[in-house]
């Protein structure tokens, strides 16, 4: 069912003046042209989106069959006397519209102050009562509280109070981890270079070892050469 945002509060209302489909008073008020069946607007299009028939006497109805309802009906509706829901002001149903923009209610914080509908989000941005965390908390201060607490809360607050302490010290971790972080890349580098210089060190050897070998091999086989032997 349909929430209107507000209540009639007449009780003997003409039967005549209720909607059969939503049990309510009639808003924008269209009638049957052949059954002279009256019924909220929204209320019978939304019927005949899924029926083609006239929700009171079952006869076939398509929306070009709807006209506006007679003068004489708005005019009685208009004069209903309504209360909104907002504010609890009550007033006759015609003048709902223009209250709409004025209806003004205490804020739901309960800091005391009138808000008005439409700028209720401004107010509950800057109210007192809305709960806010420190200014400090990007420096870990865990202090959350009422927005009108925390002057009071700034007054003592040890971290805004550290706050060029803590932020020296922040920026000197921040360049000593940004030299570590240097140092690590160098080491690395390093590694790989000396990998690189043992590996063409090994490979110099063991081409050193293979050609010594061969000049070995290649060496004349005289047993009486030796030099031993001729001294
Ligand atoms: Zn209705
Ligand atoms: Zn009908
Ligand atoms: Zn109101
Ligand atoms: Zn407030
Ligand atoms: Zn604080």
């Known amino acids: 069912m349909r929430r209107l945002p507000f209540i009639y509060i007449e009780d003997d209302i003409y039967e005549e003046l209720i909607c059969s489909i939503c049990q309510e008073p009639l808003q924008n008020p269209i009638l049957t042209e052949k059954c002279d069946h009256l019924y909220c607007r929204s209320c019978i299009v939304a019927h005949l989106e899924l029926e083609k028939s006239c929700p009171l006497c ?39 519209p223009a209250h709409q923009s004025e209806c003004n209610f205490q804020c739901p914080l309960g800091c005391g102050s009138i808000v008005r509908v439409c700028t209720l989000n401004d107010h509950e941005r800057l109210c007192k009562r809305r709960l806010v965390s420190c200014t400090a908390r990007d420096i870990k201060c865990a202090w ?58 090994e490979a110099d050897i063991k081409s050193l070892t293979k050609d010594v070998n061969q000049v070995r091999a290649q060496a004349p086989k005289n047993e009486n050469t030796d030099s031993c032997a001729i001294l």
Request: some cysteine.
């Open 58 to 96: 079952r006869e076939p109805l398509t929306m070009r069959e709807l006209r506006d309802a007679p003068r004489l009906i708005t005019n009685v509706l208009e004069k209903l006397l309504i209360q909104c829901n907002t504010c609890k002001t009550q007033m006759r149903h015609h003048l709902f």
């Open 144 to 201: 959350s509280g009422m927005r009108g607490d925390l002057e009071n809360h700034l007054a003592s607050c040890a971290f805004e109070q550290m706050r060029h302490v803590i932020g020296h010290y922040q920026n000197q971790v921040e360049a000593l981890q940004e030299k570590n972080e240097f140092l690590e890349t160098t080491i690395v580098e390093m590694r790989v270079k000396c990998e690189s210089v043992l590996e063409k060190h």
